[in-house]
């Protein structure tokens, strides 16, 4: 049976329908127009008009980081493609599964300096898992198949897709047929790890005193965060997760000492100073975690489990690798360890000093009920409105910065896929629409944008999206009018020089700005009135609400990493410090 | 001493590129490169020496070998491979020239190509190593030089080829 004869642009949406995609993000424009007609004549692949392309690859990104499928975003040529770069360069940081199909002048034109034409295959290239440039519209299905089948699979990573705007001529057909089975040269998949590597493993546990198990995005990658707890819970040593790795064990459990790295907690961070073994699994000693790596982990063998060989020894040399799928490794281990059993009371202890640890500086999760005259809102204290607001069970997104790390120190994340934030590359401006995409995969839940007076402003015109598709996202604004993790440097390492931190009087009402999209604005002045408006805005079943809080302006993030120290080199306060 | 790496990538537009742009992005330096399309007419094949340290090669194999273009990856160790590069000179003084090579550089191969307005080009194979001492030596007489850089290839059994199992998926 021979299938009917369609155009390109027609067999790219089909392809993506066929990819089971129902959702896209994007903005239309002149090399993309034949794809746009082939949305109008579908009903398939629902498309969401963003009002700029950074923002349609972050809500393709953060609807990626919530449901664990990719995420697909769909540009024009030119300024199109450029906008889509920085999206792009966020989702390649965080190994996030996301496709994006940008417009291209014709083939015929590529190379002239055409009208809106730009090397896309060259300017993604660093930042891409990889990218295609389509050749012929008849590839146009097992090209769609390929990125696909790239971006989600391993350690993911996002693939570009260029496509000519004559490559979707209405006027060329040919037949159709999507592409069961995909032939690739050269492409491993990990998949079990070695089972003596796994053994080994587990008699480094018997032999250690002092071990962690430190876990990172990779894990919640694998969707192996079940695997992680279950194996932890079997060994019983204390745990900590990345900025990225939030989720993966329950934030909530007694066993969890708390984020690690550069505004870990002094718990976490002592936990790694001191500890004889060191298991990493899904995390890539990341500069923010190491400190100085010539000071990490002096006195530990290492463990490391990941799915992408290049990043074993790349920054800390290893005792024991173990390449493979996280998944299936934990299950490997959870399987040899409950056939041998395992004495945990080998590591009492190493409690006994942990819970010291967390005793003296571990952080204060009760600051709602701090005595507080002035009644000046700290910061922390809106997180922590938020988690009892929430139950713990919202999906929250974070633009970067100090709100960030609030955010990450102080939201208990009991389940993985729920912490969405830009770790890698840092992206300000990511908060808001990441957020809208998390919002179209869960209709129902509440879903809160963790954001500053200073990110936000970065891609604040989704707001009119938000308004255009009924999104109600609850925006949390930590409003210290002023950048404040770059404030805080300048505070400590500038002596308070405070260089271009500061809108003067020129912030907007963000109250009367939200009004005018459609939305309802609060602003929190006092913390006697921070619970009342928290638990209002989120009653609010239908409503976006931009809770604008005004927040002690001199506030820092501690602990803080010392540049260039050890793990256990921290700041604890304005004048406290370890070291 | 530098080290070779040799590796089998598909022949297409845009892998040369990313092979080259990892150098770039991640800071590694290359001394020499050389690419060709191989017997199969899909795959090219690309010789590059650097001389970074052992553990920045092994990161070096693994980065390139993660590229999808990239099919496969070898580190040619110099007990086991043969290396050589093939230069053409244009020179000044040709029998002074040739009488330093047949005396100090025996182990270099040349031939006389073309003979000029009294300016030779010389045809100069064998290995990078005697090929850079000899280039130093006749500094006074060159007028240009253009080089192969390094190719390589391992000796007996062990063969740069692509892997068995092509993946199929669904």
Redesign the interface.
């Known amino acids: 049976m021979s299938n009917e004869e369609i155009n390109g642009g027609d067999a790219l949406i089909r392809a993506l329908a066929d990819e089971n995609i129902d959702l896209i993000f994007g903005y239309p424009g002149g090399a993309a127009l034949h794809i746009y007609d082939a949305i109008y004549k579908q009903n398939k692949v629902q498309h969401i008009l963003v009002r700029h392309e950074q923002a349609a690859v972050h809500a393709a990104d953060g609807y990626a980081r919530a449901t664990g499928k990719p995420g697909v975003a769909l540009v024009t040529s030119g300024p199109g493609a450029t906008n889509a770069i920085t999206g792009i360069a966020t989702a390649y940081m965080d190994s996030i599964p996301v496709v994006v199909i940008s417009g291209q002048v014709a083939s015929h034109l590529i190379g002239s300096d055409a009208f809106q034409e730009t090397d896309m ?2 300017i993604s ?2 930042i891409v ?3 295609f ?1 389509v050749q012929s519209a008849e590839e146009i299905p097992v090209v769609i198949k390929k990125a696909f ?2 971006a989600t699979s391993g350690r993911p990573g996002p693939v570009v897709i260029d496509v000519p705007k004559n490559m979707t001529d209405p006027n060329y057909k040919f037949e159709y047929n999507y592409p ?10 990990l998949g079990k790890g070695n089972d003596e590597k796994i053994a080994a493993a587990i008699e480094l546990f018997r032999a250690a005193k002092k071990p962690v198990i430190y876990s990172g995005g990779g894990t919640i990658q694998a969707d192996a965060s079940k695997e992680l707890t279950e194996f932890s819970k079997l060994i019983g040593c204390p745990v900590t997760n990345t900025l990225m790795g939030l989720g993966a064990f329950p934030g909530n459990d007694n066993q969890f000492v708390g984020m690690l790295g550069m505004h870990g907690t002094y718990e976490a961070n002592m936990v790694m100073s001191e500890a004889d073994l060191i298991f990493n699994v899904g995390a890539r000693f990341d500069d923010r975690i190491t400190n100085n790596p010539s000071k990490f982990g002096l006195a530990a063998k290492k463990i490391h489990i990941d799915s ?3 990043s074993i ?2 920054i800390i040399g290893v005792d024991l690798a173990i390449e493979g799928d996280a998944k299936l490794v934990m299950q490997q281990l959870i399987e040899q360890v409950k056939a041998s059993g395992f004495d945990q009371t080998i590591y009492k202890d190493w409690w006994s000093k942990v819970e010291a640890w967390r005793k003296a500086h571990g952080l204060n999760h009760d600051m709602l009920n701090l005595k507080n005259e002035k009644d000046i809102i700290l910061p922390q204290q809106v997180i922590q409105s938020l988690y009892q607001t929430t139950k713990g069970d919202a999906y929250v997104t974070s633009d970067v910065g100090q709100h960030q790390m609030f955010a990450a120190q102080y939201y208990k994340f009991k389940d993985p896929r729920k912490w969405i934030n830009s770790g890698g590359l840092g992206t300000m401006g990511f908060g808001l629409p990441s957020a809208m995409g998390v919002k179209f995969a869960f209709p129902e839940a509440d879903v809160a944008c963790v954001t500053g007076e200073g990110s936000i402003q970065m891609c604040i015109q989704e707001l009119s999206t938000c308004g255009q598709y009924g999104l109600p996202i609850k925006i949390v604004n930590l409003n210290n009018r002023a950048l404040g993790m770059v404030k805080q440097w300048q505070d400590m390492q500038y002596g308070g020089r405070y260089s271009s931190i500061s809108y003067e009087d020129s912030l907007p009402d963000f109250v009367k700005l939200a009004e005018s999209f459609g939305h309802v604005g609060i602003k929190v002045e006092k913390l006697s009135e921070l619970n009342d408006a928290m638990k209002e805005s989120f009653a609010m079943k239908d409503k976006l609400v931009f809770l604008d809080v005004l927040v002690d302006p001199d506030e820092h993030v501690y602990p803080m990493l010392e540049a260039g120290g050890s793990m256990s080199e921290m700041r604890l306060s304005k004048d406290k410090k370890t070291f | 001493m530098a080290s070779q790496i040799s590796l089998l990538m ?1 022949n297409q ?2 892998a040369l ?2 092979v080259i ?1 990892l150098f770039s ?1 991640r800071g590694y330096n290359i001394d020499s490169l050389s690419v060709a399309p191989t017997q199969d007419p899909t795959l090219s094949r690309l010789t590059m020496t650097t001389s970074e340290s052992t ?1 920045v090669i ?2 070096i194999l ?2 390139l ?2 590229l ?5 990856v070898q580190d040619l160790k110099a007990s086991e491979s043969i290396s050589l590069e093939m230069a053409l000179i244009k020179v000044s003084n040709k029998s002074e020239v040739i009488s330093k090579i047949e005396k100090n550089y025996s182990s270099l191969e040349f031939n006389e190509l073309d003979n000029k307005d009294e300016k030779t080009i010389l045809r100069l194979i064998g290995d990078t190593f005697n090929l850079e001492n000899l280039l130093v030596e006749l500094e006074d007489y060159l007028i240009e030089v253009t080089r192969t850089g390094a190719l390589g290839m391992t000796l007996g059994n062990v063969s740069l080829e ?2 068995e199992e ?5």
Not at chain 1, 180 to 189: A, E, G, N, Q, T
Not at chain 2, 166 to 170: A, D, E, G, L, R
């Open positions: 295959m060259g290239r660093p898992k990889h990218s440039l089948h790239i069961k089975d995909l032939v690739m040269r050269s492409f491993p998949i992408d060989p290049s020894d790349k | 598909e537009p845009g590129s990313r742009g992005q553990e092994q990161q693994k980065q070998y993660k999808i273009d990239v099919v496969m692509t892997e092509t993946k199929v998926i669904y």
